[in-house]
């Protein structure tokens, strides 16, 4: 039986199967906390404070206590003196390394097209 748009635009999901993966994934600033993780490795929060231009602390934490409640990312807390907290991209973060290899080949292929194709429309 197929379903009819009417019946989908109530429910986003049933819309977009992928929807609830674009929401965890790719919220304004979890794809650079975790692509700075995959990248760098094992993070102190000041180490990913200064990676990650633009980021406010409290920004930073929020994103990080999210990540860490999806399973994305694990927090480390070391008891010494001074406490020391670390963060390391999950194994359910790492399964997301294909996905975002491809974004970053599709965007070195296409973006160059979209900010000319922008231009066309900014010129009209």
Known sequence: MAVHA???SADPELACPI???VDIVFSRWTTPILWTLHTHGRQRFGELERRIAHITPKVLTQRLRQLERDGLLTRTYHPEVPPRVEYEISALGLSLAPLFANLAEWATA???KVEQSR???DAR
């Open 6 to 8: 009417t019946e989908t």
């Open 19 to 21: 929807a609830p993966v």
């Open 110 to 112: 296409n973006l160059p």
């Open 119 to 121: 231009e066309g429309y």
